[in-house]
């Protein structure tokens, strides 16, 4: 067949072509364009690190990833799940992604600057949390999950430590390199149920343990440690090792110390719950709406939430 001829191009679609891909207006940022700062945190894989734009000032933390040890360890698909999954994300309590790029060694992830740090410090540092604050630090957190699972995110390793908290003292939760993302299947539905990650011991599902299976719902199990936690200073399922926590949790072997809220201790019964269906949170939409219905959660605006001023802490 004769190849197809095109007329030439027109000036202005050579213009365009040019504005488009030599002289973009908006130039990619580079490592040049941050002064780094102290360290935040460190990871097997990353290091986060204080950063402040040059050209206005902002402040930001910026995740460095080392190349050559992502590629030896086999962690590429990792990370591009957690470039993939906070790119789609953009609500006040998970950390955004505002930029990437790399230079021959590393790859950098700019982010939200949390600059209260991890909840688990303060869990630390207080013992444990009163009513008012459990309340608010696990509506705002729910209302995290929430979102995450409408643009069909699991998160797989929440935890106090992945739980970071703004000057405003409000919620950002982070590290997405675990998440699944939810594919959907030809009649457009998610296909729950996925994949063979096992996050942090004592935060991990019964289902993740016994059938290599995360779903929606086994973000809520870690919710139930999480705001148990919150409450009794430690979370429900500590084996002397990590084999002796799976078993803990397997068994739903753990038990209420004295004092804790009957309210607060309904709840945890009803989000520790082995099977991921029972579980009060499962079942969609309905079921995170049921959840957010419990007593325990009365008196929470959650219209207003991310607005509000956080209780203060002791
Ligand atoms: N530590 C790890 N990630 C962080 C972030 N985004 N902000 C503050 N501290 C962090």
Redesign the pocket.
Known sequence: PPTPTFPPRSNSEQTLKTQLSHTPSVRKKGVKDFEFGKT??EGSYST?V?ARDRSNNRE??V?ILDKKHIIKEKKVKYVNIEKNTLNKMNHPGI?RLYYTFQDPDSLYFV?????N??LLTFIKKLGSFDMDCTKFYASQILSAIEYMHSQGVIHRDLKPENI?LDEKMHV?V??FGTAKILEQNAEGEEDDRANSFVGTAEYVSPELLKEKAACKSSDFWALGCIIYQLIAGRPPFKGANEYRTFQKIVNLEYSFPDGFPPVARDLVQKLLVLNPSERLGSGGKAGVERLKAHPFFQGIDWDTLWQQPAPNLL
Do not use: N, Q, S
């Open positions: 935040l945190g986060v204080a930001y933390a995740k950390v982010l939200d600057h949390a600059k740090g991890e970071l950002k982070t590290d």
